[in-house]
């Protein structure tokens, strides 16, 4: 075949086909299942950022400011780890009004009271119970004080809080308190024994309930229906009330934990009951306090809380919005050195977001577990501040450290997947149903070359979807980021 007569020109034309074609085809666009999603009618934004070149990978609606529920919670982590060291210790103390006389009378008050440790527990109340026994206590005329200094009444401030202060099916709604053990819950021990007799309820660790238990729950053989249900309920004259019923298996224990109404008083009603089991009488009935320990008490009992960095590990693998809340509010109280309330302490992480990603206005922030719906973070937002931790060495062990890697989530929705998805992501999780239904992820990817990138994402209902299922939201955003990182 004879050649063309001029070359050059030919490479010329065929150069200005290709580059007219390129042109002609449409941009590969960013996140393409999630903007599929959004073409239904939801609401997305979300964002990846390259952390070794500090470059943009994707970007949908980055600056959209999106409700985020429980995903504000690795903001209030970055926050308590500017504000804490990462093994910062909150103690709890009790102290004695009056000196414990020879015989083991104390003629006076115990005051518990703590530095913000929302990781007390049963655990922690018998030892305290032990400690005080050890000094020679064993009559105590006058009461058991559970002191709220600084921060006093709280309210209800969300409505599923609000909701609980009357009845609770469930624990992760237990009304926020200065002070509380497990959480704010009641927590409870169910045993099926005996086929055809009632299980056992106590309370964890082999104390007694302090409240009333009405109904039964019926023992059954052991590849019976498990059908039973328990709900606490507030009465008026009697306070907290345990209703149960329905029928549990034989060899299935279970352990639950309900909201209590009044985290401080069910406090103080639970080490009482503990200081009764290990021989010391409280004539006195709890009582709530706003005060702190009167001058010229005795600290006879101290028990450490965890360390920051494992209560931020509770909270982001179990989304425990009572520690998200509980460290709100000493977050608050650090930076602004006085307490306030839930909504008053939230302005701290509020600003905190604006000086690791700064905006025109400061994100709207009102709670620090993600249970207020008015709560709204952009994905920019939420990988810049991912990216500040980072670039972080002190912080960013411990914030990595308690997320979750899907392989070993504790929910099912994140264990599947490919394995890029399984094993080289590690993020947190939110959701909600009300007003409009929240799916958000937010968290660091591991590049194939042992690099880094943050990322986030958050699917809100819209006016034409506003419940748009788990399920959906989730198949997106996991084919978005595995597209992502079999490209990285």
């Not at 004539?283 to 702190?292: D, E, H, K, Q, Y």
Request: charged share 20%.
């Amino acid at each position: 075949m004879p050649l063309p007569q001029n070359p050059s020109k030919t490479a010329t034309r065929l150069l200005s086909v290709v580059l007219l074609l390129s042109l002609a085809l449409p941009a590969k666009a960013d996140f393409p299942a999630l903007g599929a999603l959004e073409s239904s009618g939801a609401r997305v934004t979300a964002a990846v950022i390259d952390l070794d070149t500090g470059k943009p990978l994707e970007r949908r609606n980055a600056d959209l400011r999106l409700s985020p529920a429980s995903v504000t919670k690795l903001v209030t982590a970055a926050a308590a780890l500017e504000t804490w060291p990462a093994d910062k210790v909150f103690l709890t103390r009790v102290s004695a009004t009056a000196p414990v006389s020879a015989g083991g009378l104390l003629d006076g008050d115990l005051v518990i009271h703590t530095e913000g440790d929302s990781t007390l527990d049963h655990s922690a109340l018998w030892s305290l119970a032990a400690q005080i026994r050890a000094v020679g206590v064993r009559r105590v005329t006058g009461e058991i004080k559970v002191s709220t200094a600084p921060f006093g009444p709280l309210g209800c401030e969300t409505k599923d809080r609000c909701d609980a202060l009357e009845k609770s099916s469930t624990a992760y709604n237990a009304p926020l308190a200065a002070i509380g053990s497990d959480y704010g819950n009641w927590c409870i021990d169910i045993k099926p024994v005996s086929v055809g007799t009632p299980a056992t309820i106590t309370g964890c660790g082999g104390m007694a309930l302090p409240i009333p238990v009405e109904g039964t729950i019926n023992t059954v053989a052991s590849k019976g229906r498990n059908t039973f249900w328990a709900d606490r309920f507030t009465v008026a004259a009697q306070g907290d009330v345990l209703r149960v019923g329905g029928d549990l298996p034989q060899g299935a224990p279970q352990n639950l934990y309900r909201a209590m109404s009044n985290p401080p008083l069910g406090l103080g009603m639970l080490l009482r009951e503990t200081l009764k089991v290990v021989g010391i009488e409280v004539v006195g009935s709890p009582r709530v306090i706003a005060t702190p320990a009167p001058g010229g008490s005795i600290e006879i009992a101290r028990v450490d809380g965890l360390l920051l960095k494992e209560q931020l590990g509770r909270m982001l693998r179990f989304s425990n919005n009572y520690i998200a809340d509980s460290l709100t509010l000493n977050i608050g109280a650090v930076a602004t050195n006085k307490a306030g309330t839930l909504a008053d302490s939230a302005r701290s992480l509020s600003n905190y977001m604006q000086r690791v990603a700064p905006q025109v206005l400061p994100a709207p922030l009102f709670s620090g577990s993600g249970l207020t719906p008015e709560n709204r973070l952009s994905a920019a937002e939420l990988t810049a501040m991912l990216g500040s931790v980072y670039r972080d060495p002190v912080r960013f062990p411990a914030l990595y450290g308690g997320m979750v890697v899907p392989r070993q989530a504790p929910f099912a929705f994140l264990r599947q997947g490919s394995k890029d998805w399984m094993e080289r992501v590690a993020l947190k999780t939110g959701t909600m149903n009300d007003p409009v239904s929240v799916c958000g992820v937010a968290g660091y990817l591991r590049k194939k070359d042992g690099g880094w990138m943050s990322f986030a994402i958050l699917v809100n209902g819209g006016t034409g979807y506003k419940h748009v299922p788990l399920y959906k939201s989730m198949e997106a955003i996991r084919k978005d980021i595995e597209s992502i990182l079999q490209r990285n």
